[in-house]
């Protein structure tokens, strides 16, 4: 089972949760919470989490074990379109309290190590435009590798102008070796105005796979392994995704292998304009 539409996955305060074992993997989670009148509480146990809001925001109160209770108020954004949210990080072994008003991601993965709880202001959260043309889409690194510091989890925000593709060409992350490394993969969507977009997922030499969905907010894609991409926002409406990976690998990594028949494509973006709707930011 790849593809989750919104409810599918919820459970207790959580509109999604994506636990290892509700995946059938290994590291990977994600939870989704919308906070109202009632506070959230919860323990992180064995998974290093981030709050991240998606929309509105909340004040996090995060107790390591043995460690001082650290406490932040996340300013957050109006929505995913409106440019990157500040974030904070909660190590494994935390007992942590949210208290707001807002839809709040908490991108998780299973851990060995006890880092310590930090706060990420939006300032610091590098953006950056990819591709040209129709695969022309904006990344937001908040948690990429070499930006900052996890044990296992890696996560980043994409959004695609309406009529776009990304995640393209298609790639895998399946199989170790040169230039790839094994993760998995959640993808977490949320589209602008009420519209959808379409996620593809098709096998590799790792296994059998086939996943063509039409998604729209709150629906969430799988890829344990496979070839991903496209993905497709449908004209007229502009199309984010939470991407959420983690992997056996002592050292984080994103290394991944595009499908041989469609890595042409990226030769032609050279002679091709990043879309000027990009970047995200002003609330188109």
Known sequence: MTYLPYGKAANGPWSVEITPDVAGWTYSGLRVVELGDEPVSFATGGEEMIVLPLSGSCTVRCAPSGSAEAVWRLEGRESVFHGPSDFAYLPISSEVTLEGRGRIALPSARAGRALEPRYVPASRVPV?????GQASRQVNNFCAPGVFDCDKL???????????WSSYPPHKHDTQGEG???LEEVYYFEVAGEGQGYQRVYSSERGRVDTLAEVSSGDV???PYGYHGPSMAAPGYDMYYLNVLAGPAEERTMAFCDDPRHAWIRATWQDQAIDPRLPFGGGR
């Open 128 to 132: 950056e435009l990819r591709g040209a």
């Open 154 to 164: 890696v996560a980043v925000e994409v959004l695609t102008p309406g009529g776009n």
């Open 180 to 182: 790839e490394a094994v």
């Open 221 to 223: 894609v799988l890829v």
